[in-house]
């Protein structure tokens, strides 16, 4: 894949496209799914890699922010950063130098994007031990200390069944949002991410299914995956 990704942020360079469109349906149920608990922090994740997991976070992501929500989106994909490709932005300094620097824990290194209202956290240097940092209580702290300057925080996190990285960090946010391709995604995979994110008690909100054939090449839509549903 291209270094430059940008091309992949759909809500900006055509906001009125069907895909748009998905986007802003996925928000608005999204809304209507927390409206008895506000979500101030979310994790995006897949099952398994390559599903679209990044491209859907950024997506998202614009579309909050075009609603009048102050938006902060953070790479913890710690393993194969893409959101600083996506919004055109500088890997460093990111989200790993904030959780080693108390200097920036008041003032995070946040990067402003194409989109009004939406800053960026990058992933910074890459660790050599990322779910340790994940798990730790400097994670706590530093999803706090985002939540001050922001009504909503996502997090890009690797897929639930490569590594625990996903799974430490549902446990530290409000709710998961989990994307699985069509044709791609395998059942069992499927399966054994919710019940990976289900072990750690989290708040599985929903489902993203991407690559969807029909009259688009690429459609998106949200299928509940509330737990007992």
Known sequence: M???RSSTLITLANPRSPISEAYRTLRTNLEFTSLDKPLRSMVVTSASP???KSTTLANLAVTLAQAGKRVIVVDCDLRRPALHQIFNARPTPGFTDMMRDDAL????????TAAPNLQLLASGTLPPNPSELLASRRMSEVIA?????ADVVLFDAPPVIAVTDAA???SKVDAVLLVVSAGKTKREHAKQARMLLEKVNARLIGTVLTNVKGEMSLYQYYASEEKGG
């Open 145 to 149: 200390a985002l939540q001050q300057s």
């Open 168 to 170: 430490v960090l549902s």
């Open 2 to 4: 291209p270094d430059d």
């Open 50 to 52: 390559e599903e679209g």
């Open 105 to 112: 824990m008041s003032k995070p290194p946040l990067q402003e």
